[in-house]
């Protein structure tokens, strides 16, 4: 209860200093809408001439859209205003004030503020996700057991995220390593049956993408068998743990720019 109140204080206070320059949120629902045009265009040209890549319909490949947006909604809310700070912080020092708070650091920096206007990402996915699933005629279920292999996507990402910020305590330009993440995930728009062998290899062993996007779309539409499931729960589990103990570690050689 202590650690919820906290996050409506930090949240609170984020909102309230955010809205007040509401007119990013013109800019960021354009911004947001002409990327989603973008990339309905770009799967569009896909399916020209009757062409299914990986097998997938337009409608399914729609849905894998849809969670790659939510997904990316919830970085620029969360994730891009939290952890990427985390370099700054051990750069300049000030992680010692972190330290020194009275509450566990990773929650202090995993949620200590937020920026609204990522979720016009959120949203625009979440409508193309329903209108999509309406056209494939998914039932309550299926929404249900798509949204909740999302949630264990959004563990992942977060996880792979935090992982990489907390690598900055060795590593001066980590945060090069977080565009590339970034730039792997955009693969994450189109159903990893739509690239070669190779790439799904890489996709779903190396960097979780196909996990990330493709699979909650599976989920959703049906296809994804209990193995793959409990696959994605322990994926997510282990890297969530990981990212725990790695930060114990990692604060072990940790010394202050500041002293």
Do not use: C
């Amino acid at each position: 209860m202590r650690y919820l109140r906290m996050l409506r204080h930090f949240w609170g206070t984020a909102l309230a200093a955010e809205l007040e320059y509401r007119g990013n949120f013109l800019v960021a629902a354009l911004a947001a809408l002409g990327g989603a045009a973008g990339s309905i265009f770009g799967i569009s040209l896909l399916y020209q001439g009757g062409y299914q890549p990986g097998g997938w319909k337009y409608e399914e490949a729609l849905l894998v859209l849809a969670a790659f947006l939510m997904l990316d909604g919830f970085a620029f809310t969360l994730l891009s205003p939290n952890l990427n700070r985390v370099v700054e912080q051990v750069q300049k020092g000030t992680l010692d004030f972190v330290l020194l708070k009275p509450m566990d650091s990773q929650f202090w920096l995993s949620f200590r503020t937020l920026s609204p206007w990522g979720l016009t990402d959120f949203v625009i996915g979440l409508g193309i996700w329903f209108f999509a699933g309406n056209r494939l005629e998914l039932g309550i279920s299926d929404y249900l057991v798509g949204f909740g292999l999302l949630a264990i996507a959004f563990v992942m990402l977060y996880s792979l995220w935090f992982i990489i910020g907390t690598s900055s305590i060795w590593f001066v330009k980590v945060a090069n390593a977080t565009e590339v993440l970034r730039a792997l995930l955009e693969a994450g728009r189109f159903p990893m049956q739509a690239f070669p062998a190779a790439y799904r290899f890489i996709f779903t062993f190396v960097v979780p993408v196909a996990f990330l996007t493709t699979v909650p779309a599976e989920a959703a539409l049906g296809r994804l068998t209990e193995q793959s499931l409990g696959l994605a729960f322990l994926i997510a589990l282990g890297l969530l743990l990981f990212s725990r103990v790695f930060w114990r570690f990692a604060l072990r050689s940790y010394t202050s720019a500041s002293s």
